[in-house]
Nanobody, 130 residues
Framework: QVQLVESGGGLVQAGDSLRLSCAAS????????????MGWFRQGPGKEREFVAG????????YYGDSVKGRFTVSRDNAKKTVYLQMNNVKPEDTAVYYCARSRHSQAQAMGALTTYDYWGQGTQVTVSS
């Protein structure tokens, strides 16, 4: 069974920090985890799903949406089959369901497009109070 499972969401106050995790499971899927670009997306109330951050297969190259640059950091541990999103200085506008997703590619090809990703997690809620 192929799965991406997010965790780490919750209710925090503006200015706080939070770290989200996304773990891959399933024997074949997780075995090839390190081959793929991974993305983080979010969907706020009444909004479209948007690209937040992405990381290439080696972890050497990272990319961010404009609204989170300088505050969020994406990283991965291929040995643990896990990708992380460190969220610092969170704002009320960061409130959303956060999803991780596996790209069809190893590098940042069309990383902002939802159709680039073939596997998605179930999402984890992040709520930031002011």
């Amino acid at each position: 069974q192929v799965q991406l499972v997010e965790s780490g969401g919750g209710l925090v106050q503006a200015g706080d920090s939070l770290r989200l995790s996304c773990a891959a499971s399933g024997r074949t899927f997780s075995s090839y985890f390190s081959n793929y670009f991974m993305g983080w997306f979010r969907q706020g109330p009444g909004k479209e799903r948007e690209f937040v951050a992405g990381i290439n297969w080696t972890g050497e190259l990272t990319y961010y949406g404009d609204s989170v640059k300088g505050r969020f950091t994406v990283s991965r541990d291929n040995a643990k089959k896990t990708v992380y999103l460190q969220m610092n200085n969170v704002k009320p506008e960061d409130t959303a369901v956060y999803y991780c997703a596996r790209s069809r590619h190893s590098q940042a090809q069309a990383m902002g497009a939802l159709t680039t990703y073939d596997y998605w997690g179930q999402g984890t809620q992040v709520t930031v109070s002011s």
